[in-house]
């Protein structure tokens, strides 16, 4: 893509942002030529440090060593963000979301974020994200709205893939909207976690811009076939949305 990351998926219907920590990780780099044949425009991150959640993931050598066409969507799911930021703005990251619960002062890192420069383009910027897990209050963004450009609400506990969707998440998205429209600014709302072939066109149909999907997909199985059957999904939701327009 050209340009700013931020408008340009704020249009075109939700996107879909694929999680690669299930991947095949000794062949990372055609897992991801699977998704990028697939259409798959987001490659979806999971950062877990072993404190904030109890496993550990990866870290910025994978972020710098994902390559190719993809957005590049960091999922922060550790304690103490703030000094961690840099790292990851140098690894490449396009988007940088962190766990609201995690940060003691989420508003100074979403600053620190506004004067970060990406390093894959400049133009492209790098979209600030909040992530709010499901014991804690939606509420507790409105006061981040200011300087955040995306709210990612979580249908799972963080820190383990494979689990069911959340159902009081549908409700949480709704509010999650009500609050980003009050705000007037223009901030993308995602949602992550739990999303499955047998789920996905319901989620769609949800108001959110950005869905994330992992171990549905690298089931170990059909990856290929599974990616192209999410992204026609998505689409399929975008579709009705402008005919119902
Ligand atoms: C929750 C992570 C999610 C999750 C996605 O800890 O933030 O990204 O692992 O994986 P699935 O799609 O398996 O729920
Ligand atoms: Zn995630």
Known sequence: MNGPALPYLRQGGPRLTVGMITADLLHLGDEM???????????????????????????????????????????????????????????????????IEGAPQPHRVLQILAGAVNRNDPDRGIVRGIAIAPSTSIRAIEPLLDETDYVLVLAVNPGWGGQTFIPATEARLAEARRLIETSGRPILLGVDGGVTRANIARVAALSADVIVSGSAIFDGKAAAENAAFMVEQVAAATRATMIHA
């Not at 030529?33 to 259409?39: D, M």
């Not at 991150?45 to 496993?55: A, E, L, R």
């Open 33 to 99: 030529t699977v998704l990028e044949r697939a259409g798959v425009e987001l490659v979806h991150i999971d950062v877990m440090d072993g404190v904030f959640c109890p496993m550990t993931t990866v870290g910025p050598p994978i972020v710098a060593a994902l390559r190719g066409p993809m957005l590049k969507d960091v999922h922060l799911m550790i304690d103490d963000p703030l000094p961690k930021l840099d790292a990851y703005v140098a690894a490449g990251a396009d988007l940088i979301t962190f766990q």
